[in-house]
């Protein structure tokens, strides 16, 4: 005997993307703010003044990577349940990338799901992490590993929190925007390559100009089976760097930063992007100051650590290779000996 569950079914989970001064926002239902100390520090005021809501409370959890885990979580899901949340209840991620994933991760397991919005503050989350909806949390085998497809209800990019990010934070940014660049938009690549993203104009172009990109592919391919999986050039290799580093010598930008140019390297080794484009890249990402080498001490054991990646299976490595500037190839056909010796070349 055979018993159907008939769940073909259309989900509309579209949303808008605001990108202005914070408008006022009103919700007839209980909301909880998740932040940081340094974003509350900085910004909460401004915040308060643009919202009202049934009841609003505030969730504080410490700040760093190294907190992106199961125990701020808890933190998260205990406040929700002591002041008793319900599914018409909302979340509202406000801070960095790390405060991104984890709202929306909370949001998205907290009852099976509740509703919630992306308020990014650093250049980072606003050009990359707080569009598409890919939440979780780290653990000791690596980065993100834990997590849900959850999309947010709208997200709101203020430029006026980016007045107080710091330089080192700012550029970490900048390395999400170029990667974006390379892989899907040479014109835009030109762009930057003569902009001054210091610049308040140029730097507005280019955060909706890099969130455009990524909002058409994620149209495309929401939960990563093909296309989107593209957007984690640099990724491959910087999820190795960040594990082997304890997530506390760079920050997720400056190991992509890095990733790219081990990327870029590979791709020339197989022929898919000439040397002078490589440089180019190279050449833009140290013009904000980014890192572009990190010593290999052990080739083989960062070989082993790609396979903790999610894109990688048992017996294949996924990599996210450029090709030349504007396009990209998704391919788990590399021969082991080159990226070896592509790893045995940032030994020194």
Known sequence: MQVNISLKQVVDNSYDITIDALPALSYD?????????KVSGLHLGYLLQKITAKELYIITVP????????????????????????????????????????????????????????????????????????TGINN??????????????AVYIDPHFLETLPKREFAAGVAEVVKMAVTFNAAF???????????????QEAIKQ??????????????????????NYGHTFAHVIENETKYTTYLHGEAVAIGMVMANLLAVKLGLMQES????????????????????????????????????????????????????????????????????????
């Open 140 to 153: 000791s085998y690596g980065k993100n590993l834990i997590g849900a497809f959850h999309q947010p209800r």
């Open 277 to 348: 484009e490589a440089e180019r890249v190279k050449t833009l990402l140290e013009k904000y100051g980014l890192p572009t080498h990190y010593t290999v001490e052990n080739p083989q054991s960062f070989y082993d650590a790609f396979f903790l990646d999610k894109k990688s299976s048992d017996a294949t490595i996924t990599f996210i290779l450029p090709v030349g500037i504007g396009d990209v190839k998704i391919t788990d056909s590399v021969d082991k000996e080159i990226v070896l010796e592509v790893l045995e070349s940032f030994k020194k």
């Open 189 to 203: 690549f030109n762009y930057l390559e003569s902009a001054d993203l210091n610049d308040k104009a140029s730097l």
């Open 29 to 37: 239902t209980k909301v909880a703010i998740i932040t940081n100390p």
């Open 63 to 134: 700040d760093g990577e190294g907190y992106k885990n199961q125990a701020s979580i808890d933190l998260i899901l205990e406040s929700l349940f002591n002041h008793r949340f319900n599914r018409k209840s909302l979340l509202i991620a406000f801070g960095g990338g790390v405060i991104g994933d984890m709202t929306g991760y909370a949001s998205s397991i907290y009852q099976r799901g509740i509703d919630f919005v992306q308020i990014p503050t650093t250049l980072l989350s606003q050009v990359d992490a707080s569009v598409g909806g890919k």
């Open 210 to 231: 890099a969130v455009q990109t990524k909002a058409d592919v994620v149209a495309k391919d929401e939960k990563e089976h093909g296309l989107r999986a593209a957007l």
